[in-house]
Nanobody, 128 residues
Framework: QVQVVESGGGLVQAGDSLRLSCAASGRTFRNYKVAWFRQAPGKAREFVAG????????YYSDSVKGRFTISRDNAKNTVYLQMNNLEPEDTAVYSC?????????????????????WGQGTQVTVSS
């Protein structure tokens, strides 16, 4: 069983930055594909960013491209989401998801159903 724990959320003002962390257990962490999803009140969960097992390939939703950066440190079993120039529309619970399987394309990376393990989420609130 893989445990996933997010941290780093908080309350910030528009234009500020935050860095979220996702720590996952497991001896084969470096094999996992990892992504961030978010869910705002009353809205469906949406894909934010994803990263390949070695960090060479990254994916972003159009709404965060150019502002958010996903990265990973396999030595620390941790994936990061650096969020810059935050907007009130970024307010949501951010969850980390881990896939212990092959994801063949961007569509699968962006689909929550392909992920095997999820964290509890961390709240990000951006005030205007």
């Amino acid at each position: 069983q893989v445990q996933v724990v997010e941290s780093g959320g908080g309350l910030v003002q528009a234009g500020d930055s935050l860095r979220l962390s996702c720590a996952a257990s497991g001896r084969t962490f470096r094999n996992y594909k990892v992504a961030w999803f978010r869910q705002a009140p009353g809205k469906a969960r949406e894909f934010v960013a994803g990263i390949s097992w070695n960090g060479d390939i990254t994916y972003y939703s159009d709404s965060v491209k150019g502002r958010f950066t996903i990265s990973r440190d396999n030595a620390k079993n941790t994936v990061y989401l650096q969020m810059n120039n935050l907007e009130p529309e970024d307010t949501a619970v951010y969850s980390c998801a881990v896939a212990d399987r092959l994801l063949v394309d961007a569509q699968q990376v962006a689909t929550g159903g392909y992920y095997d393990y999820w964290g509890q989420g961390t709240q990000v609130t951006v005030s205007s």
